[in-house]
């Protein structure tokens, strides 16, 4: 599988998403509402893209084998908008749809994010399904830059503790199709396998892994191996 679209190019994770795809030799096309207004690494294509223009989804899937679908945070028509682009996905012969959800949303079954990512288990597509925790990146370059600058961090959180994580690792840990190599990245970066591992099947009996606040957890799951969800910062592999 080479040629992939990501979707919502023109973000934080989107840009990084695309460059680190492409230096990993992907074809790599980059779905935005006005293409030529940002610059893309050489050799990425750009594609004028509206979840709700659906006029737009043909054309950004056409010759598609893989769609990174960064889905919109925070918004409650989220399936409105993702979803036909999934059945769209489909329709087209995608071989693997990579979701970018976000951490907890399992939690809560009626939550957009939940809908979708339900959504997408349903279609029939081998999947990957990635919840990465708040954006470390957002202290740095994001909207709590200036906060930072001005020298102290104001956050509604008391004393509670949560993980952050950059970008860069987030596109960094995504691999070509299956759940298989996910779990390897999560391995490499953030803990080690406490159980035993199949590589014939890609069954994976446990893992165990450092969430970053001097906690573990040990979860027992069963995945296939073209299919699967991997989350980033407080930490889980599995099947939903």
Do not use: C
């Not at 999560?186 to 892994?209: E, N």
């Not at 957890?217 to 889980?236: E, P, Q, R, V, Y």
């Amino acid at each position: 599988m080479k040629n992939l679209l990501v979707t919502a190019a023109a973000g934080s994770l989107g840009r990084t998403m695309v460059a680190v795809l492409q230096s990993r030799g992907f074809a790599v096309r980059a779905a935005v509402r006005t293409p030529g207004k940002l610059a893309f690494p050489a050799g990425v294509t750009t594609t004028a893209f509206d979840f709700t223009n659906r006029a737009t989804h043909g054309p950004a899937l056409a010759g598609i084998e893989g769609l990174v679908l960064i889905a919109p945070p925070l918004d409650p028509e989220a399936p409105a908008k993702v979803n036909p682009l999934v059945d769209a996905a489909k329709a087209t012969g995608v071989r693997h749809i990579v979701v970018v959800s976000a951490l907890g949303v399992d939690a809560a079954e009626g939550s957009p994010l939940r809908v979708v990512e339900r959504h997408v288990m349903a279609s029939g597509v081998p999947y990957t399904i990635l919840r990465p925790n708040f954006f470390m990146d957002n202290f740095s370059t994001g909207f709590l830059a200036p906060m930072v600058k001005g020298g102290a961090i104001y956050l509604a959180a008391e004393n509670a503790k949560t993980s952050f994580i950059a970008v860069a690792d987030i596109a960094g840990e995504w691999f070509e199709h299956d759940l298989l190599q996910a779990t390897i990245a999560a391995r490499a970066l953030y803990g080690h396998f406490a159980g035993p591992w199949s590589a014939g099947t890609g069954t994976l009996q446990s893992v165990k892994i450092d969430n970053g606040s001097s906690a573990f957890s040990t979860i027992a799951a069963t995945s296939s191996a073209t299919s699967g969800t991997l989350a980033f910062g407080n930490f889980h592999v599995g099947d939903a």
